[in-house]
């Protein structure tokens, strides 16, 4: 069960003229949980397939343990696949779609018996080890196609959005579940998901793709604080974007001094020594609100728009006399700020908190623009 | 147009009790001249049948008098029973035959067709998936003249009689296995077999491992319908047909029954339950193996059941 590393040098896939992923590079380590993050059509399942076997790179290489295995047909790679739709045989009960590829390791009966009833045993489906996978819920039957991959000992276990067909609830709980269960048998996880609290909650890294690429890698907080572009800032959760003009270029020891609008701000994240025309990011829950007549560093005067009650916190719409609407979390503590619409404020971007990006309307997701909610900010009409 | 909406739910017999109270009152609602016509067709359409059985069992020589019931043209004429008429008896010899050997030749072929035609994903592919649907609505005479000419001025080495049928129906068969099976492979899709090879299994193991057992349902199917098709062939065997040896219950039923000949007509009878009941017996039988085959895959996922089948 050691090793588990996998390196991909500059793994490209074209189908016909379109080139599905372009030139990929990246190092995961043993025992890692790493996920490919992206919107559909962006290239990481393809990746997902290159690795299993199922898809011959255009060009490029994987290698898995050292070993190149990029020519490998399926069968012969130490790589094993939850799949979307599981994909469970539907001929065969639970114990027999378990044991299915221990047929091709050469095992004893005695020890498949207990390598099978280990596997349930893991993923807690013992007693339904005589059902059909058609008698059991999609939960059931992911965990059945969880254990059918674990059972044979892979180096690399390969999770296509394996929670994608499953309700939020059943979703929340299998995401614990899955963190913890890849923690116990220390096994490299490669996760593919278009989710970005799923790819949070789990990973130890994270890859952002866009258009067959990898934008971003890190940490879930880095990739979550740091993002490296507006793409990211956006994919990753709601996030205020904010078109502004750089005056003043910043360094590592000052900050970079920007026009939104008719207002100055200071901005300490991100690119500081961008010059021209940038975007500014800045999370909601970084926002804080003030009373209009309050003297507030690196703040913007605007309107309370509406607020929205989200339990824990509260989402406040503010039309920034800079043009644009930004969303702002406040938390629902004791002293409960209540901020009706209308009320004229003051928003307080915190230079700490607020990232200058490289202006490039190519990253800009087109295709996320219509789903993210009204807090996220457009340059206005 | 509510009621019509409601009747299917009335007909399946959901236990809700305003609906079934309105498929009642559109029930008595309907014209009853439309069940009078229903009525009217089905004894047109069954009864010539229903009597040709009945005096296959008649103890007496008439086809049209009642003189008690006996199994004499069955079994216990001496000599115009089926069982005794050396004609009669060779015809039912002969459609086994016939059905038999097709189905095992036909059924194999059609299957890797499919598969194949299915894997292959081109413009020649979907031409020849063309020409397999061609064969369903050719007229079966004209294969059959088709193929009796080339036999008699081309192909002369393949004697008219049983394995010229054979070759013949064998071809006429392979459209049933190859459509049926490509359509349970279409809505079958690519990812079991992907979860096989993902597992261990090299590209032929997850054929006969995955493929197969899913494939069975519909291979069934075709058996069943290529079997059936076999005993209820007319036009090709006999156009093929040699000699008396060659004759199949078909070609027997029509030249004794339409032109005369020594047989019994109640003996003729006989014969023809014997081939009815033959192809009842064989698609009852393989649709009741189907239901239970794709039980559990009814329940869940009506995309993986076979549309033809159980459709109705």
């Not at chain 1, 007549?293 to 005067?301: G, K, T, Y």
């Not at chain 2, 077999?193 to 597992?199: G, K, N, T, V, Y």
């Amino acid at each position: 069960m050691a090793g588990g590393t996998v390196t991909l040098n500059d793994l490209t896939k074209r189908f016909g003229s379109q080139c599905a992923v372009d030139g990929i590079c990246a190092e995961i380590t043993g025992g890692e949980f790493f996920s490919l993050l992206g919107p559909s059509g962006c290239g990481k399942t393809t990746t997902l397939r290159m690795l299993a076997g199922f898809e011959e790179p255009t060009s490029g290489a994987i290698v898995l343990d050292g070993a190149d295995v990029t020519h490998l047909p399926p069968n012969k790679r130490r790589v094993n696949t939850v799949f979307q739709h599981y994909a469970l045989f539907p001929f065969l009960d639970v114990r027999a779609n378990v044991a299915f590829g221990l047929r091709y390791q050469h095992c004893s009966k005695k020890e498949v018996s207990q390598r099978v009833g280990e596997a349930l045993d893991l993923v807690e489906l013992g007693p339904y080890h005589g059902r059909r996978p058609a008698q059991l819920s999609g939960g059931q039957q992911q965990r059945v196609a969880l254990a059918r991959a674990l059972v044979l000992r892979p180096s690399v276990l390969l999770l296509d959005e394996p929670l994608g067909a499953l309700d939020a609830r059943m979703r929340r709980t299998l995401q614990v579940e899955l963190k913890a269960l890849q923690e116990r048998v220390g096994i490299t996880f490669i996760y593919v998901t278009h989710d970005q609290s799923e790819a949070l909650t789990m990973s130890d890294r994270i890859a952002v793709m866009n258009r067959g690429r990898i934008v971003q890698v890190g940490r879930p907080r880095a990739v979550y604080d740091e993002p490296a572009d507006a793409y990211v800032a956006d994919f990753l959760g709601v996030s205020n974007l904010m078109d502004a003009v750089v005056r003043t270029p910043g360094s590592a020891a000052r900050p970079c001094a920007v026009m939104a609008g008719d207002f100055e701000l200071e901005a300490r994240g991100g690119v500081v020594d961008a010059t021209g025309l940038v975007r500014l990011a800045i999370r909601p829950e970084r926002v804080t609100l003030h009373g209009y007549r309050e003297s507030v560093a690196n703040a913007i005067p605007g309107l309370v728009e509406r607020t929205v009650f989200l339990g824990s916190a509260t989402q406040v719409m503010v039309h920034l006399a800079a043009g644009v609407t930004i969303q702002a979390l406040v938390a629902n503590g004791s002293e409960a700020a209540s901020w009706p619409a209308g009320t004229p404020v003051q928003a307080c971007l915190p230079p700490a908190a607020l990232r200058v990006l490289p202006c490039d309307p190519a990253a800009n997701p087109v295709e996320q623009a219509a789903a993210v909610p009204a807090g996220a900010v457009r340059p206005a009409p | 147009m509510t009621g019509g909406s409601l009747a299917p739910s009335a007909a399946t017999g959901v236990a809700l009790p305003g609906i079934s109270r309105l498929g009642r009152i559109r029930r008595l609602r309907r014209p009853s001249i439309l069940r009078g016509f229903v009525w009217l067709y089905l004894v047109w359409s069954l009864a010539p049948v229903a009597l040709a059985i009945l005096f296959s069992f008649n103890s007496g020589s008439s086809v049209t008098e009642w003189q008690g019931f006996s199994l004499r043209w069955y079994v216990g004429d001496p000599y115009y029973s089926v069982l005794h008429d050396p004609a009669l008896h060779q015809a039912v010899i002969q459609t086994v035959r016939l059905a038999v050997l097709t189905t095992v030749v036909a059924v194999p072929i059609g299957v890797l067709f499919a598969i194949g035609v299915h894997r292959w994903r081109s413009r020649q592919a979907s031409a020849w998936t063309f020409v397999m649907l061609l064969a369903f609505v050719m007229p079966e005479l004209i294969f059959g003249v088709g193929i009796f000419l080339l036999l008699t001025n081309l192909l002369t080495f393949i004697r008219l009689g049983t394995t010229a049928q054979f070759l013949a129906l064998v071809a006429w068969n392979i459209s049933w296995p190859a459509i049926i099976v490509r359509a349970r492979l279409q809505s079958i899709g690519a990812h079991y077999e992907e979860a096989a090879r993902d597992l261990g299994a090299s590209a032929t193991g997850a054929i006969r491992r995955v493929l197969l057992p899913l494939l069975f349902p519909a291979i069934f199917a075709s058996v069943v319908l290529v079997f059936a098709g076999v005993i209820d062939d007319f036009v090709i065997v006999d156009l093929l047909s040699s000699n008396a040896q060659s004759e199949p219950m078909s070609v027997i039923i029509y030249t004794l029954g339409a032109h005369g000949g020594s047989a019994a007509a109640p003996a003729l009878n006989a014969l023809a339950t014997v081939m009815l009941v033959m192809s009842i017996v064989t698609v009852a039988a393989g649709w009741a193996v189907y239901r239970r085959l794709t039980r559990g895959e009814r329940r869940r996922d009506e995309g993986l059941s076979l549309g033809p089948l159980t459709g109705a």
